[in-house]
């Protein structure tokens, strides 16, 4: 007996297939009731009639292997609780750089630490078309490196662009999210690149950003929504077959 908690892109993953393959015992507990779902893929994973939604989890009772739910209802003799909840920053192997409600502050175009300019992140950002936003943040932090992009901002203009963001997205994860400004980040990121040394056919030639991408993001998104509607429709009448059986099997038995 398996319990999946989260909303998100990994729980409705995990929830789905384990239902639909019948890998884990059916139901499978899925705990996402007053949580808001991934805003690309929405809920429709969990409406596979083999997954039961609940609210959040109380407490757990590992004597008992009881899942207590804040509704007051419980989930017994459970095997596995599988976490699809996202991350949380944390550096230990950098501790002069502090995490801040779940987010890397100081960070100029969430890649450059203005602290110290030669440190440099790649892939801290969220919704930003992954994974082609970490190839664009890679090559500016490599040409930051080799000394071929723009130079690096003063720490004031830096903090004031940080400062200008928190405002507008707030100081939390959403600071992170690239959703849906793709085109400004992404040729803020080619601008301040540059052309590096690609003239001598020496690097890393970042294109124009193109609207097709994210189309063609959403799409695959679209494709996965109508085959989780699909395939959960057939599972509903399959359900409804062997609903059928059983109740036969019964009354053969009477």
Request: with cysteine.
């Amino acid at each position: 007996k398996v319990v999946v908690v989260g909303a998100s892109v990994s729980a409705a993953d995990i929830a789905y297939d384990l239902a639909h393959s019948r890998t884990a015992q059916t139901p499978v507990h899925a705990i996402n009731v007053g949580h808001n779902f991934n805003g690309y893929f929405g809920d429709e994973a969990f409406k596979h009639p083999r997954i039961e939604n609940h609210p959040s989890i109380a407490r757990v009772c590992p004597k008992t292997r009881t899942v207590h739910l804040v509704d007051g209802k419980s989930i017994p003799n459970v095997d596995h609780i599988i976490f699809g909840t996202g991350y949380s920053w944390t550096m230990p192997f950098l501790p002069q750089v502090p995490v801040r409600n779940n987010r890397v502050p100081d960070l100029y175009q969430h890649v450059v630490w203005q602290k110290d300019p030669s440190l440099l992140f790649v892939g801290a950002v969220g919704a930003g078309l992954t994974f082609k936003v970490f190839e664009w943040q890679a090559v500016y932090a490599a040409r930051i490196l080799a000394g071929r992009a723009q130079a690096v901002p003063s720490v004031k203009e830096m903090q004031e662009w940080e400062e200008s963001r928190i405002k507008v997205r707030g100081d939390g994860p959403r600071f992170s999210l690239i959703f849906p400004d793709f085109e400004e980040y992404f040729e803020t990121l080619r601008t301040l690149a540059g052309e590096g040394e690609t003239a001598k056919g020496v690097g890393r030639k970042l294109p124009r950003f193109r609207p097709e991408w994210f189309r063609a993001f959403m799409e695959g998104h679209d494709l996965r929504k109508r085959m989780w509607k699909r395939v959960n429709e057939q599972a509903r009448e399959e359900e409804k077959v062997t609903a059928k059986v059983l109740e036969g099997e019964v009354r053969a038995k009477l």
